[in-house]
T-cell receptor, first 114, second 113 residues
Framework: KQEVTQIPAALSVPEGENLVLNCSFT??????LQWFRQDPGKGLTSLLL???SQREQTSGRLNASLDKSSGRSTLYIAASQPGDSATYLC?????????????WGAGTKLIIKP | SAVISQKPSRDICQRGTSLTIQCQVD?????MFWYRQQPGQSLTLIAT?????????ESGFVIDKFPISRPNLTFSTLTVSNMSPEDSSIYLC??????????FGPGTRLTVL
């Protein structure tokens, strides 16, 4: 059974630092992995999608990597800003068939201190 | 990516009443989903909204409590029936793209007194 874990559960860093959020999964047979951010009481914003054949994706200051063999993905945030404060969630899709549903991590709550 | 809107954005309801949440997408999509996020928890899938047929519910969720309509490929509603305080959550609709990415609406924050 696929399980997704995000460590740490919470992280507080000063503004301007580069940081890495971690997502691990127990079964390497995945179709894709997606990173989201969620602001308090709000919906989810899709940040990056990595297909199983890809090693990384980049969008602005964000870079997500995928290592299926080790069951890990990382989200790298460069030059962090207070506006990056949010909960970051990763989700794994086990297969392409419509019967497969996303398996969610519990999230990392990130606070960027001005 | 699709642009998704939800109405209402939040509501405060009395126990025993029902609330219908609307989800509108700016393009036709095949797969549309409804999720619940209880306070401090991760997302739980309620059901897949199927166009032209009954929704497919996940374990622990039933049609009598969460009836869903999907009259076309851009619109769906979720009703939370006979509400109790335990139904206080954020309710989210999402859609799936051709590349199997999911995109979410802004959510409906429900408080049941």
């Amino acid at each position: 059974k696929q399980e997704v874990t995000q460590i740490p559960a919470a992280l507080s860093v000063p503004e301007g630092e580069n940081l890495v959020l971690n997502c691990s999964f127990t079964d390497s047979a995945i179709y894709n992995l997606q990173w989201f951010r969620q602001d308090p009481g709000k919906g989810l914003t899709s940040l990056l999608l990595i297909q199983s054949s890809q090693r990384e994706q980049t969008s602005g200051r964000l870079n997500a990597s995928l290592d299926k063999s080790s069951g890990r993905s990382t989200l790298y945030i460069a030059a962090s800003q207070p506006g990056d404060s949010a909960t970051y969630l990763c989700a794994v899709r086990p297969g392409a068939d419509s019967n497969y549903q996303l398996i969610w991590g519990a999230g990392t709550k990130l606070i960027i201190k001005p | 990516s699709a642009v998704i809107s939800q109405k209402p954005s939040r509501d405060i309801c009395q126990r025993g009443t029902s609330l219908t949440i609307q989800c509108q997408v700016d393009s036709q999509v095949t797969m549309m989903f409804w999720y619940r996020q209880q306070p401090g928890q991760s997302l739980t899938l309620i059901a897949t909204a199927n166009q032209g047929s009954e929704a497919t519910y996940e374990s622990g969720f039933v049609i009598d409590k969460f009836p869903i309509s999907r009259p076309n490929l851009t619109f769906s509603t979720l009703t939370v029936s006979n509400m109790s305080p335990e139904d206080s959550s954020i309710y989210l609709c999402s859609v799936e793209s051709v590349s199997k990415a999911q995109y979410f609406g802004p959510g409906t924050r429900l408080t049941v007194l």
